[in-house]
């Protein structure tokens, strides 16, 4: 309003010709002016400084904003790849304990076969020795690596030997001769071992075993004789079919003799145990001085089985032996 009034005087004197107090108006009025239009640029500059100062806090709080979505992006980024890794190594390490389990069992697996088949090797070995030597001499073999020999009182031999072996050799091929004896004798091995008797040795188509042995044993008498009963009993029947069959057949001796041996195993290689004394020689001359079919013992056996209920004796006197001079004898039976 100020600076309208300036101008309309200013105009006004202008008119009447009042030039000095016109050209003060106009003074007056362009001071005004500059005056508002100074205030005017102040403020607008002042606005223009307000909205600088809001857009650029604008702008700051945009950028922290993007700097804290940045920011979190980045700990997500950050926590997803942590994650991956955990799953990563969880992953791996997953994989290698299988792969490490999988050898565990494969080498346990192995450990186990390994040790099943040592194991069945040890038993082969173990049956194979046992079938060969007595069980507390083989223990002492295994343990010492020799086994001492020793004497043991008792000892009943049983020696059988096949009658007219000679000639069978003849009417009998080689492999038909070996199968016909490997039969007798396996039966022998059987009623051996079901009375208790130690298997020594075949020697041609002799057969000997022993009872009381590898230690001493009441009633090794009269399973002895009881064994060599049945050896005869056996072979009768298997004769008698063979017979029927128009095959030769073997007819046997059998003699026992009961007495002190020396019993064990000599050398280094090819083990046997085996036993010597001369009850092993008498025992010998019982079966040679014997007759077919029967079972012929000495009169040192019939002192130890004379009593034995289911056995009865034929006594044959004293009989002319070589080397021995006259032994009396006795023919064992089952009685009825």
């Known amino acids: 309003m100020q600076e309208h009034a300036y101008n309309c005087l200013y105009r006004a004197y202008l008119a009447l010709g009042d030039a000095p107090k016109a050209l003060h108006m106009h003074q007056r009025y362009v001071a005004m002016r500059d005056s508002i239009s100074g205030e005017q640029r102040a403020k607008e500059l002042l606005r223009i400084d307000l909205t600088y100062g809001f857009e650029s806090e604008q702008l700051a709080d ?14 997500y980024q950050t926590r997803l790849a942590k994650e991956r890794d955990q799953k990563r190594v969880f992953l791996f390490s997953a994989i290698g304990v ?6 565990l069992w494969s080498r346990l697996r192995y450990m186990q076969r390994s040790r099943k088949l040592v194991q069945q090797e040890r038993d082969r070995s173990e049956r194979l020795l046992l079938n060969i030597l007595p069980r507390p001499i083989a223990e002492e073999l295994k343990a010492t690596g020799r086994a001492k020999a020793r004497e043991v009182d008792g000892v009943s ?10 000639s069978m050799t003849d009417r009998l091929g080689a492999q038909d001769l070996v199968a016909e004896i490997d039969a007798c004798f396996r039966a022998f091995d059987g009623f051996a071992t079901h009375h208790g008797l130690e298997k020594i040795k075949t020697i041609g188509d002799a057969y000997m075993c022993a009872g009381g042995l590898p230690e001493p044993r009441g009633g090794s008498a009269r399973d002895t004789v009881l064994a060599a009963l049945a050896m005869q009993a056996w072979l009768k029947e298997r004769a008698a079919q063979r017979d029927s069959e128009g095959l ?10 009961t007495g ?9 290689s090819k083990f046997q145990y085996d036993i010597w004394g001369d009850t092993v020689n008498t025992a010998a001359r019982m079966e040679a001085a014997g007759e077919v079919d029967e079972v012929n013992i000495s009169e040192a056996t019939f002192a130890l089985v004379k009593d034995e209920p289911g056995l009865s004796f034929s006594p044959r006197g004293r009989v002319q032996v070589k080397g021995k001079g ?7 039976r089952l009685r009825g």
């Open 62 to 75: 945009s950028l922290r904003q993007v700097d804290q979505r940045r920011q979190a992006e980045f700990a």
């Open 248 to 257: 030769p057949s073997f007819r046997m001796r059998a003699g026992i003799h």
């Open 260 to 268: 002190s041996v020396v019993a064990g195993i000599v050398g280094n």
């Open 157 to 166: 031999i049983l020696f059988t030997d096949f009658h007219d072996f000679t």
């Open 326 to 332: 006259e032994l009396a004898m006795f023919f064992a």
């Open 98 to 103: 299988l792969v490490v389990a999988g050898g």
